[in-house]
């Protein structure tokens, strides 16, 4: 029964691949099911505007002809976006929909097993799996997905060479389009590394690709980070993919944002939001712009299947 299918045979050998079961209850702050079309939330806007690209691509392979397609989440976190497509992809007809999820996290992993009900159809097979980005896709064959999503800043957590292994894995299972979301080098520092209640200070430091955390309690805390430009992240996929498009996401929405613990309550986006809007689709595209966005949102599509069309 498709809705029971896995990948296939090589990938659940795949001895990186770790299961994880649903948790039984879920995470503290985690709904176990999620409203899969109610973008809302800081980051509110950048995800409906991803969304359009996503659902204008799954319409574009459903007129195309198209019945079966494979999506790839790579860093998929907790599952929204494939939970989203292959929902999507179902109420436009496809009829075989094969989907893989995979993230370092368990707790993110286990939180998409939880909402996996979601799109529950004999005609989807989904999966999700712990694997970390070095082996995930040892086991993939060539070219043997539709659509790549890499949504969730995975490209930021990797040091130089891993970006490199990485892109290239991704290239070489990619027939068709890919979508990247990577951090910004212009953007402000997230919330919850800017606002932690533990983090006495912090530091960037792009040359290392490293994030420096002083704690409160005296500790420190390194991790790899690195911040793109846009012109940094195409010239990352050049060799295998082509831009489709290359757009910043939130320029301004994030800034305008009252904080609670210093504005008073009058002080509300509600009132400009339509002007935000406007001035975001103004200079989502303008070079002058893009390194100034919270990301960078990479549309490309594997040379090889431009090829072969």
Not at 224 to 234: C, D, G, I, V, Y
Not at 253 to 269: K, V
Request: net charge negative; aromatic share 6%; hydrophobic share 45%.
């Amino acid at each position: 029964m498709l809705s029971r299918l896995r990948l296939r045979p090589a990938y659940r050998a795949n001895p990186q691949a770790v299961a994880v079961s649903a948790p039984e209850a879920p995470a503290p702050d985690e709904p176990a099911v999620l409203p899969l079309f109610d973008f809302d939330g800081a980051a509110m806007f950048a995800d409906r505007e991803i969304w359009s690209r996503l659902d204008a691509e799954l319409v574009r392979l459903r007129a195309s002809g198209r019945h079966a397609i494979r999506i790839l989440d790579a860093g998929c976190g907790n599952g929204m976006w494939l939970l989203r497509l292959a929902v999507r992809a179902r109420d436009l007809g496809f009829t075989a929909i094969d989907g893989r999820g995979f993230d370092s996290s368990r707790e993110k992993i286990a939180q998409a097993l939880a909402r996996q009900s979601a799109a529950d159809d004999p005609h989807v097979g989904l999966c999700f799996d712990v694997a970390p980005m070095a082996t995930a896709l040892d086991e993939e064959e060539d070219e043997s997905f539709d659509i790549v999503l890499c949504l969730n800043d995975l490209l930021n957590q990797l040091a130089f060479d891993e970006r490199l292994a990485a892109v290239a894995a991704l290239a070489r299972v990619a027939d068709g389009s890919a979508f990247i979301c990577v951090r910004a080098a212009g953007s402000s520092p997230p919330p919850d590394i800017a606002d932690a209640d533990r983090a006495r200070s912090f530091r960037q430091d792009n040359a290392v690709d490293r994030l420096t955390i002083d704690l409160s309690d005296g500790r420190q805390i390194e991790i790899p980070s690195h911040l793109f430009t846009a012109s940094e992240l195409q010239e990352l996929f050049a060799r295998d993919f082509e831009t489709v498009e290359l757009v910043g996401l939130d320029l301004f929405h994030g800034r305008f944002a009252p904080n609670p613990r210093w504005n008073p309550a009058i002080i509300s986006n509600e009132r400009i939001r339509d002007s935000l809007v406007r001035l975001e689709h103004l200079c989502a595209h303008d070079p002058l712009f893009l390194d100034r966005a919270a990301h960078v949102l990479l549309h490309a599509r594997s040379k090889s299947s431009t090829a072969a069309a």
